[in-house]
C-alpha cells in the first residue's frame, strides 16, 4: 500500500458540489517547474506567496483563474513540494484542471494519501493524522475539540511520555539481568516497584481520557428490546424528541429495525428500535425478530423494556429467558426498564432496591433524566470533561493490552522476582504503545487507516 512515493500526486481537496472556491492541490518529492509551466505560464514561483494566475491547458486555453501557492519541501502539509490551485467551486472546473495536471504528469491521489505522505514524512504522527480524519468528520461540539487536542499532539505526548519511562525501566531491568550477581538487589529495590506503579497509573489515566474520546467520536449503540407493545417505538421517539418510529396499540407494528443518531446531554448515542420479541407466524414479523436479535447481539447497551402494567418482575431469566440461552457469555449489561408507569402507578427513576432498573412512561416522558443519568454513567460518559482527545478503538485496544502486560509484569516481578518474564512484558507493552503513534506499524495497517480518509486529504 505505502508505496509509489515518486509520483507526483494530485486530488481536489474541497468538498464535492458547487462552492465559492474550489483547491487542487498537487504533491510530490519531484521538481514542479514542468506543472508551474503547463498551468500557470511560468518557471518558478515565490515561495508560499499568493499568486493570481491564470490555468491554462494544453492549448493555452484558459480553465479557470485564481490563485497558485507553492509550498517547497519541506515547508509544506506533505513535507514534499506542494501546489495548490485555488479556483472557482465548480466541479467541471476543478475535474478540468485535475485532468490538466495528469496530463502534466501526476496521478490521482489515493484517499488519504496526502495525509500518509505527511505520515511518512514525518510531519505528523499517526494519531495526529487520525485526528484530522476525525476532526473532519465531528458530529459534535465535543468531539471537534478533542479532535484538535488530538491533532495538536497532547495525546502522542502522553504516549510518548509513557514510552520514555517504559524504555528506562527496560534498561534498569535488562541491565539486572545482564549482571546476574546483583539481579537480586536490583530487582528487589523498592525504586524499580514504586516506578512500575507509577507507569500502570500513568496508562489508567490515559485510558480514562482516551475512552472519553473514543466515545464522543464514535457514540455508543443501545439497543431497545422487549415483547410487543412494551412501549420500545414510544421510548426512541421520546429520546429523539420526534416521531421517528411508527407507534400503535397493535402488537408487532415495528418490523425493521430503526436507527436515531442522538444527543443525550451531550452523549452521542446510535438508538437502535427493534421489533418485539415474540414467536410469529407471520414471515415479515420473523424476519423483524430475527434481525432483532442481531442488533441484541451488537449492541452496547440493551434497555429490556416490560409493560409495568403486566409484569414488575425483578428477574430477568424469568421475564427474558430467551436472553440467557441465546446469548450464553452475554458481556452486554441489560437495563430493565418498567414502562407506562402513568397506569401501573410505579414511581419513575430508579428503582430502589433493584440493580439496573427504572421505572418510566415514554408517553408522558417521565423518569427519562434519571435514566439519561444512568446510561452517562454506565457508559463512563463524564460529561464536557476538560483535557478529553479523540481516540479510536485500535488506540483503546493497544492500550488495554500495554496495560493488562504492565500488569503482568509487575505480577511476575513481585511473586516470582521473575526479571526475565517482566523484561519481555515490557518490551511488548512498548510495542502496543508504538502502535498507536505509529512507530512501529504494520504497512497493512497504515494502508487500512489512510484509506478511510477522504479523497484530497
Ligand atoms: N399509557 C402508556 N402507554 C404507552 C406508553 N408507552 C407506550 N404506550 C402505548 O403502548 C402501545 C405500544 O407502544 P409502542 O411504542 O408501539 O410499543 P413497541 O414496543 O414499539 O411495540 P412493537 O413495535 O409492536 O413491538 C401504544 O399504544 C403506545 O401509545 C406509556 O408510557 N404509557
Ligand atoms: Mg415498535
Redesign the pocket.
Known amino acids: 500500500m505505502i508505496q509509489n512515493n515518486k509520483d507526483v500526486i494530485v486530488a481536489v481537496a474541497t468538498a464535492p458540489g458547487r462552492g465559492g472556491v474550489g483547491v487542487v492541490r498537487l504533491s510530490g518529492s519531484a521538481d514542479l517547474s514542468p506543472y508551474l509551466t503547463g498551468l500557470v505560464g511560468r518557471q518558478t514561483m515565490e515561495p508560499r506567496l499568493a499568486t493570481y494566475c491564470r490555468f491554462r491547458d494544453a492549448q493555452g486555453e484558459v480553465i479557470d483563474e485564481g490563485i497558485a501557492l507553492y509550498f517547497p519541501s519541506p515547508g509544506s502539509f506533505t513535507g514534499e513540494n506542494v501546489l495548490e490551485l485555488q479556483g472557482h467551486g465548480g466541479t467541471v472546473v476543478l475535474n478540468r484542471l485535475v485532468l490538466r495536471c495528469v496530463e502534466l504528469g501526476a496521478r490521482l491521489a489515493r484517499p488519504g494519501e496526502f495525509s500518509e505522505r505527511a505520515f511518512l514524512n514525518d510531519k505528523m504522527d499517526l494519531t495526529q493524522a487520525e485526528a484530522i480524519a476525525d476532526l473532519i468528520d465531528a458530529s459534535s461540539y465535543e468531539a471537534a475539540r478533542s479532535a484538535v487536542r488530538s491533532m495538536q499532539g497532547e495525546f502522542s505526548v502522553l504516549v510518548n511520555q509513557l514510552v520514555e519511562k517504559m524504555i528506562r525501566l527496560r534498561i534498569y531491568v535488562e541491565a539486572a539481568i545482564d549482571f546476574p550477581e546483583e539481579e537480586i538487589d536490583f530487582l528487589a529495590d523498592e525504586r524499580l516497584r514504586k516506578n512500575l506503579h507509577d507507569l500502570a497509573f500513568d496508562l489508567q489515566a490515559i485510558l480514562v481520557r482516551a475512552r472519553q474520546g473514543s466515545i464522543l467520536r464514535d457514540g455508543m449503540t443501545l439497543v431497545l428490546a ?1 415483547r ?7 421510548l426512541l421517539n421520546a429520546l429523539a424528541g420526534s416521531d421517528a418510529a411508527i ?8 418490523r425493521d429495525v430503526l436507527r436515531e443518531r442522538i444527543l443525550l446531554d451531550g452523549l452521542p448515542l446510535n438508538v437502535v428500535d427493534t ?2 420479541l415474540r414467536e410469529s407466524d407471520n414471515p415479515i414479523e420473523q424476519e423483524g425478530v430475527r434481525r432483532a436479535w442481531v442488533e441484541i447481539e451488537n449492541a452496547d447497551v440493551i434497555l429490556f ?1 416490560v409493560d409495568a402494567t403486566e409484569t414488575d418482575s425483578p428477574d430477568l431469566l424469568s421475564i427474558w429467558p430467551e436472553y440467557f440461552t441465546r446469548l450464553p457469555e452475554a458481556r452486554q449489561p441489560v437495563t430493565l426498564v418498567l ?2 408507569i ?2 401501573s402507578g410505579h414511581t419513575a427513576g430508579a428503582v430502589s432496591g433493584r440493580v439496573n432498573t427504572f421505572a418510566i ?4 416522558r417521565t423518569g427519562l433524566a434519571a435514566l439519561s443519568a444512568y446510561l452517562q454513567k454506565t457508559i463512563g460518559y463524564q460529561g464536557q470533561a476538560e483535557g478529553v482527545f479523540s481516540a479510536r478503538r485500535r488506540h483503546l485496544d493497544a492500550l488495554i493490552k500495554a496495560q493488562s502486560l504492565v500488569a503482568t509484569g509487575i505480577a511476575q516481578l513481585e511473586d516470582a522476582g521473575a526479571g526475565e518474564l517482566l523484561a519481555e512484558d515490557l518490551r511488548q507493552a512498548q510495542a502496543q504503545l508504538s502502535e498507536i503513534t505509529g512507530q512501529f506499524t504494520s504497512d497493512d495497517l497504515l494502508g487500512r487507516i489512510f484509506s478511510s480518509f477522504c479523497i484530497g486529504k
Open positions: 422487549g410487543p407493545n412494551a412501549g420500545k417505538s414510544s407507534v400503535t396499540p397493535v402488537a408487532g407494528t415495528t421489533a418485539g423494556l414502562n407506562k402513568d397506569r412512561s415514554a408517553k408522558e
